[in-house]
């Protein structure tokens, strides 16, 4: 058996800007959650149950070994022997919540049965690798979600080709947030990229994605990185009014109301985290102690305040 360092954990990760959007080559900000974690390990009870989504993970990258498509040097034998003696991954990151599940997993089989030089493995390239062995899991993948897990650090996407670690400013604590709201219900990717995509190929909307959405979200990562907590409420709110009226499938139907009532009161403004469609949905608040009140029979989670 190989030594797994089951000590290493690779966390979660939240897309504060960008769902969506990036895909059409907007920029997108992303960090590391750390109250969700996931770690390679063996069971304590000695027992060798095979996990079956490692196993169909192995024949996937086995597949991509044979036929020589592969985009890096990788351990199959190793890996396969692991699993064979009960490897799995130990994780509290809730499936399909859009806060990288599949990416932290992806993460922790890279680190521990990679075979290149780290010296040649560049920001860039391990994106592309990440998205090819993510890709098992959502059909297509753009490789953030286990870059962030590995390198465990905030990462901004200027474009398709400038992707790279970021400094998340510090917010002068004060009675503002921004939250998550647990919908309490889980969702699959693949089927709401694959809907964003379809929708896309219409010109009208692709065309208001293009020239609206993207300014919009490119305004808020901007409005964030430099603490203009004004500019950052309202602009998120024209963000949430854009996704309330052309994102509404991917906008789970009990929410909608809720959606739509703090865009009227001005209470909050909630956009969505990831693909929607469950999950957590992410929200912005001038006075969060309000906002628990008036969402007192939801679950919130303070990101951070300011």
């Known amino acids: 058996m190989s030594q797994v360092r089951p000590e290493k954990k690779f966390y979660s990760k939240i897309i504060l800007f960008g769902e969506y ?5 907007s920029m997108a900000l992303l960090i590391p959650y750390s109250l969700f974690e996931g770690r390679l390990t063996f069971r304590r009870d000695n027992t060798t ?3 079956s989504e490692l196993k169909a993970f192995s024949l996937y990258l086995k597949q991509l070994i044979e036929s020589g498509q592969l985009n890096f040097q990788f351990d199959q034998t190793s890996f396969e022997f692991d699993i ?3 490897l799995f991954f130990d994780s509290t990151i809730p499936q399909g919540y859009g806060v990288g599940s599949s990416g932290a997993l992806v993460a922790a089989i890279f680190d521990r049965y990679e ?3 780290h010296s040649s493995l560049d920001i860039k390239r391990l994106k592309n690798i990440f998205a090819q062995m993510e890709s098992h899991f959502h059909g297509a993948s753009s490789g953030v979600d286990p870059l962030i897990s590995y390198l465990n650090s905030p990462i901004l996407i200027k474009n398709k080709n400038e992707v790279g670690p970021v400094s998340i400013p510090k917010f002068s604590k004060g009675s503002g947030g921004i939250f998550l709201l647990n919908t309490k219900r889980s969702r699959k990717t693949e089927p709401l990229v694959n809907l964003f995509l379809e929708k896309s190929r ?7 994605c293009e020239d ?9 990562i901007d409005n964030f990185l430099a603490v203009d907590i004004d500019l950052l409420l309202k602009n998120f709110k ?6 309330h009226e052309h994102f509404s499938p991917m906008i789970p139907k009990l929410y909608r109301d809720l959606w739509r009532e703090g865009l009227s ?5 909630l956009k969505l985290c990831g693909a929607g469609g469950g999950g957590f949905l992410m929200g912005i608040t001038s006075d969060f102690q309000k906002t628990k009140r008036v969402l007192a029979a939801h679950e919130l989670r303070l990101l951070l305040s300011f």
């Open 115 to 117: 075979q290149e030089n």
């Open 84 to 86: 064979s003696q009960g």
């Open 49 to 51: 149950v095979i996990d």
């Open 212 to 220: 609206v959405l993207k300014p919009i979200t490119n305004r808020c």
């Open 21 to 25: 959007s990036v895909i059409q080559n």
């Open 202 to 208: 219409n010109e009208l909307y692709f065309n208001l």
């Open 265 to 269: 009161t001005n209470d909050y403004s």
């Open 238 to 243: 024209y963000l949430s009014a854009f996704q």
